[in-house]
């Protein structure tokens, strides 16, 4: 009997010593008296051990400034009377503390590393030459300036805070008896300022809170509208859940008008489907209780499918498709239009980055825009340059096709011819989707990048629109109209 007891003791010290080790010494069973000298060594080694383990736990404390318990002062105790489950269940806690503190002493050594403070800056001029009211005349020359100071504050690794001072202007536009002295300041504000709250809660919740940009999808709906000489941003709070798939709820009020304010709520949803594809549905939802024609409750939904695939030889293959529909009320009128869009897309692997897009943008229009339904598609707050030609003469759907809403068919082409310079070629075909004259006329842009340094860009580009009928009729002009364009930006 003593020697089957002796022997089921000896296995618990050797599962209490795998806690430790990756593997226990093979124990010889030739002799009693062996296997209990090989017990009492493996005694003295656990022990070892946990007083090792003990003493870590301690200056770990010590380190953290965690108070630290008595029984560590007072020295480490040997194992006396404790069977072996019971020491196993010690040491399991005491690794299990001593990876929490690691843990924690990482984590603060990361913190106080990392920067409290980062700026950031972007100032960049833009000369535009535009001829664009399709009538003889004498064309505009202006001079747009936009400089920004970004300050972001790093209190916490899991909190930010942003702030981003902006000044926006067209030169010669100070005001006064000598605009020289003019300081003002008219065109200074603040484009974001916004506090930012991650990991809540060891979540992967995320919340911003403040004046912000919002832009999601391809932003033919909500963009920021970078190319102009302000940029949009939104008073507002986002939550967002997820990392690579990630679910983003929002509220952003558009304006302060007491009982009355306009807001903007909106749900979005990036989801990965596999590698290389993303689905995005949302839904946005705009609500003005404003009485008479600015009574506004309107939702706006759609999904956007997107990805690309590489082949092989390094060729790249890549689509975009998105479908979008509106309904409710505008004024006293009902809302129902939509919009589709579909890009497809080729990249070649030469070091000349060839690409290539062909592209349909189709928004409901309406041929009768008294009847009390609303039936031209609104395109909210978009990135307007992205889309509908760089000349922006379709900018404010569907105000400038007189809600006759548009079909846009386009081929893009770019490609680099240096390491620093890349050339490109836009071509659009515009139509209204509605209306006894339908055609609109067809855009040429062609587009320079030189990236003179890593920090300096210098844009060209150069436009011409030649008007088809009913262009002409509600512009009232039938000569060509140009535009041209150098801007120079510098980030820091």
Known sequence: MRRVTGW????????????????????????????????????????????????????????????????????????????????????????EEIERLRDKITLEQLEARQERFDITGIVRSRLEW???????????????????????????????????????????????????????????????????????????????LGRQELAYGSGHLLGSAAWGNAGRAFDGLVFRYGEKSFVD??????????????????????????????AEPYVFLEHDKTLGVERLLRATGGLRIYGSATGETGHIFGYELEGIGQAGEVGDDDVLSYMGSATFRYRGPSWTQPEVRLGLDFLSGDDAPLDGDREAFD??????????????????????????GLLDFRVQGEMSASESVRVGLHVHHFTLAKGVEKGLGQEADAIVTYRYNAATTLHWGGMIFVPSDAMKLSRGGEDPAFKTFMQLEVRF
């Open 130 to 208: 535009s001829d664009i009211d399709f009538v003889s005349g004498d064309a505009d020359v202006r001079q747009l300036m936009r400089s920004r100071i970004k300050l972001t504050g790093r209190p916490r690794h899991d909190t930010r805070v942003i702030v981003e001072i902006q000044d926006g202007r067209a030169w010669g536009s100070e005001s006064g008896l000598d605009p020289t002295f003019d300081a003002d300041a008219d065109h200074i504000d603040f484009h974001q300022a916004y506090i930012e709250l991650q990991e809540i809660y060891g979540k992967q919740l995320t919340m911003r």
């Open 379 to 404: 395109t909210m707050y978009p990135a307007w340059h992205t889309f509908f030609g760089l000349m922006d003469l379709f900018r404010d759907m569907p105000e400038d096709t007189g809600n006759g």
């Open 249 to 278: 709820l929002f509220v952003a009020k558009i304006a302060e008008q007491g009982v009355t304010d306009e807001n903007l709520f909106g749900l979005y949803v990036d989801a990965r489907l596999n590698d290389g594809h993303r």
């Open 8 to 95: 089921s003791r000896y296995v618990g010290w050797m599962l209490t010593l795998m806690l430790l080790m990756p593997a226990a010494p093979g124990v010889a069973q030739d002799s009693t008296v062996e296997t209990l000298k090989e017990l009492q060594e493996l005694r003295k080694e656990v022990e070892r051990r946990r007083n090792e383990m003990r003493r870590e736990l301690m200056l770990l404390r010590q380190v953290l400034g965690e108070e630290v318990e008595p029984e560590f002062e007072g020295g480490f105790g040997s194992l006396g009377g404790m069977t072996p489950d019971e020491l196993g269940a010690e040491l399991r806690i005491l690794r």
